[in-house]
């Protein structure tokens, strides 16, 4: 696998989950560098006022394992449409969600994934999960004209059938 194409499966990625979630904030750009040898993707953000800039590293091994560089990916995609500056429980949730439901994840994949969960990020899924079952468009409604995860209050997810308690777990830094 080229350094082009998981620059292209994050852009298909990104462009994937603002159509389901809402956009991006506009005064963004992206990067993807690589890393050597093994590491989970992550994101990281560099602010020029109200420029921001978005790093996904990969690790170079995921070149060479394309489902779950795609996983990956698809995780990092959630990250890039807030500010990476402070990721709630419900952001952590939705990227889980993303990265083992989108449309280029294989079935086998997203279980092989989902078994492989830490506590930590199968509770935001469940969260996430209990969420959609409420209001399958909460995101999008919640995110609006790309608001940050990180602003979204716990009264605004009550206001869409939330209970308290689900409300204020995905409200927490996560």
């Known amino acids: 696998m080229t350094c082009l194409q998981p620059v292209t499966l994050l852009r298909e990625l990104i462009a994937e989950a603002e159509e389901l979630f809402g956009k991006r904030s506009q005064h963004l750009w992206l990067a993807v560098g690589l890393t050597d040898g093994a590491s989970n993707p992550m994101t990281t953000v560099v602010k020029h006022g109200e420029t921001k800039c978005m790093f996904v590293l990969v690790g170079q091994d995921l070149l060479n394992n394309p489902e779950t560089l795609t996983?990956?990916?698809?995780?990092?995609?959630?990250?890039?449409?807030?500010?990476?500056?402070?990721?709630?429980?419900?952001?952590?949730?939705?990227?889980?969600?993303?990265?083992?439901?989108?449309?280029?994840?294989?079935?086998?994949?997203?279980?092989?994934?989902?078994?492989?969960?830490?506590?930590?990020?199968?509770?935001?899924?469940?969260?996430?999960?209990?969420?959609?079952?409420?209001?399958?468009?909460?995101?999008?409604?919640?995110?609006?004209?790309?608001?940050?995860?990180?602003?979204?209050?716990?009264?605004?997810?009550?206001?869409?059938?939330?209970?308290?308690?689900?409300?204020?777990?995905?409200?927490?830094?996560g």
């Open 71 to 173: 996983y990956q990916l698809a995780h990092e995609a959630i990250h890039c449409l807030g500010s990476c500056e402070n990721t709630t429980r419900l952001e952590e949730g939705l990227a889980t969600y993303f990265g083992l439901h989108n449309s280029k994840i294989s079935s086998l994949r997203s279980q092989i994934e989902t078994t492989n969960l830490d506590t930590h990020r199968r509770d935001c899924l469940t969260d996430i999960v209990a969420l959609f079952d409420i209001n399958p468009a909460a995101l999008t409604i919640l995110r609006g004209n790309a608001i940050p995860f990180e602003l979204i209050k716990p009264q605004q997810i009550v206001e869409l059938g939330a209970n308290d308690d689900l409300a204020r777990r995905l409200c927490f830094p």
